[in-house]
């Protein structure tokens, strides 16, 4: 997860050393992708294969302010957003990562102090335990 915030973080300084912002429109729109249309000034029409940066909150057919890198189009994200919208979803991540993995590893170390010299007695049905000597 920090590595995702980290290559987020990498994308923004990417787009914002050479910074042009324009118009787009949303192709379609999902939680984790949403695709996007825009003209750069020389004409070219781009649609990232791989999306949007930080694409929550957008509708299709929505016109939108983007930002990209000149000197690589396709890096784009949705104008004013950042690194920082990645943060809650991977911290959301890890926290659900260690209530799983917490309970799991309680589990085990539990399990491992278990002597395992020590007999296991298996009552079967219909008898009685032996007396003890005294």
């Keep these: 997860m920090v590595l995702l915030v980290l290559a987020a973080w990498r994308n923004d300084q990417l787009i914002s050393s050479d910074k042009v912002v324009t118009t787009g429109e949303v192709l379609s729109a999902g939680r984790l992708r949403s695709a996007v249309v825009y003209v750069?000034?020389?004409?070219?029409?781009?649609?990232?294969?791989?999306?949007?940066?930080?694409?929550?909150?957008?509708t299709a057919g929505e016109r939108i302010?983007?930002?990209?890198?000149?000197?690589?189009?396709?890096?784009?994200?949705?104008?004013?957003?950042?690194?920082r919208v990645a943060i809650i979803p991977a911290l959301s991540v890890i926290v659900v990562t260690w209530l799983i993995a917490l309970p799991i590893w309680w589990l085990l170390v539990r399990a491992g102090r278990r002597d395992p010299q020590e007999p296991v007695s298996v009552a079967t049905p219909g008898t009685t335990d032996p007396p003890v000597p005294n």
């Design 40 to 58: 750069t000034p020389d004409g070219v029409t781009h649609n990232p294969k791989v999306g949007i940066l930080y694409p929550t909150n957008l």
């Design 65 to 83: 302010k983007v930002e990209y890198s000149r000197g690589e189009p396709d890096l784009v994200r949705v104008a004013g957003r950042d690194a």
